[in-house]
Structures are given as structure tokens and as C-alpha cells.
């Protein structure tokens, strides 16, 4: 049933023009970072060939396009998941669903998994992109492959923020900026502390990310990040029956 849930709501989002606008504005801004990141190779090619061990391909084009997607999705997550529970209270079809025989837990994940699936598109816009670099030179598929875990991680986070306020109103807008709020106040968590020890760097999405971005895979970042999205799951999930509970 979960499937049946995200597979309504991948349709819901293909079929919305802004997701389409969304999608289109990750992809013209990825497109002009690889190719303002491809001329910035270009220029320095010759240095690079002087190097005993000059950086590649990838770590000179490719990461800084996933690096960029990573912060263009803390705005374009609001603006998916605004609608994915809110959209259902506005509309007085909240009652129908809650009273479906399904579980609030179906109902959370089929809608998180939609929304994932169809954010996760921009992850595979960045790869074949990366693709195309096989025509000039090589890749290193090893950084290839950290940074586009990295990113999945990120993306289920920021998803899971999304669905979790937009449980908690009828007002899509409402849940947009809440979402966009949380996101970009964990963003300039990373920014605002000097103190690498500072405890609120626990909760900084983004340097969470960081070490991916460096082709390290730390075990302690991805186990954050995929607690950080069960919480927010279940915190959906408790407000659903809630809801089911009080009728």
C-alpha cells in the first residue's frame, strides 16, 4: 500500500506544473555550472598537466554541481512537499484518508517515497551530466558514487522536513515556509559557528554532507542523517493519529 500511496503521488507531481518548473530550473542551473566549471578546466589545463597529482574531472566539475544541488533543494523541497498532506486537509479529503484502511504509517511513507522518488530525478540529471565527461576525460567513480550517496541522504532529509510540516496545517504556503525556514536555519548553522566543536554543528545538514563532497563515506554522518529523517517521519506519522484519534 505504501507504493500505491507514493505512486499516486508521483503522478500528482508529474502531473503539476511547478514540480515541472522546479525540475526545469535545477536542470538549466546545473547546466550552467558544468559548463562554467568545464571552461574554469579548461583554462587551467596546462597548470594541471605540470602537477604530480592535479585534480580531476571529477573533483574540479562535477562535485561543485552537487554541491550547488544540495543547496538549490532547500528551496525547491518546500515547494514539492507543501502540498502533500496540507493540499488534503484544504480540500476536506483528509477524512477520506485517515478512514482508508490504511495506517498512518503507509499514508507518511507512501507520500514521503513519492516525493523522494521524484526529487531523486535531479541525482540522476547530475550523473548524466557526469556522464557526458567520459567524452574528454576520466572520472573518478569511487567520488562519483560518495557524492551522489551523499546527496540521496541529504534529499530523504530535507523531504522528510517537508512532509512532517506540511502534516501540520491545511495551508500549503504555510507549510512551505515553515519547511523552507528549518532548512535554511540548519544550512546557516554551518556558517554562523566558528567552533568546529560547537554542539550546534550536530544538527548542520550540510556539513553533514561535507565529507561525501571529500569521496569519504563516514558512518557517523550517514547514520545523522537517516535518524534525522526517521524523526521527522515519525513525528508526521504521531500527528496523523492524532488527527485519526480525535476524529
Known sequence: MIFTVAGKELRALFSSPLAWVVLAFLQVTMGWILVTRLDAYLSVQTQLMQMDTPPGVTEIIVAPIFGAAA????MAVPLLSMRLIAEERRNQTMTFLISAPLSMTQIVLGKFVGLYSFLMLSVG????MAASMYLGGRLDLGLLGTLSLGLALLIAAFAAVGVFFSSLTAQPVVAATATLATLLGLWLLNMSQ???????????LIRRYESFTKGLIDTGDIVFLLVFTAVFLILAIRRLDSDRLGG
Open 71 to 74: 543547496v538549490i533543494l532547500i
Open 125 to 128: 540529471l547530475i550523473l548524466v
Open 194 to 204: 566558528a567552533s568546529p566543536d560547537s554542539p550546534f554543528l550536530m544538527l548542520a
